[in-house]
Each structure stands twice: as C-alpha cells, then as structure tokens.
C-alpha cells in the first residue's frame, strides 16, 4: 500500500496554514453534509480531515507558544 505524501507544515507560513485550516474544515463541513443526505460513502475522509486540523492546529500552537 503506497503512503500519502506528507506536507512538512514546519515549512509552511502561517498565513498559509490558516488558509489550509479553512480549507480542511470546509471539506469536512460538506463532507459532514453529504453524509447526512446519503450521498456520501466514503467515511475514512472524517478521521483524515479532522486530524490535519489537529496536526495545523499544533503547529500553529507551537509557533505561538515558541513567539514567532
């Protein structure tokens, strides 16, 4: 099974992290709406979505606790 490639948020700046931030939640919010119509039938998106909030989340926590 081949991995995903994975973003080094490190990298990213913040205003660029705020806007993945939106964008993830959005998928999520519409995602979230799918699902309750019954359109949607891929359910391993949620615990994905919700985790790369997290993972930003983090990051962006850490660069406001470090005083960037």
Do not use: C, W, Y
Not at 3 to 18: C, G, I, P, R
């Amino acid at each position: 099974m081949a991995k995903a490639k994975t973003v080094n948020f490190k990298e990213m700046s913040n205003a660029d992290l705020v806007n993945r931030i939106q964008e993830f939640s959005g998928e999520l919010i519409a995602a979230r709406q799918k699902a309750r119509l019954g359109q949607f039938k891929k359910t391993s998106d949620f615990p994905r979505l919700r985790k790369e909030v997290a993972r930003i989340q983090t990051e962006l926590r850490k660069r406001e606790l470090a005083g960037k």
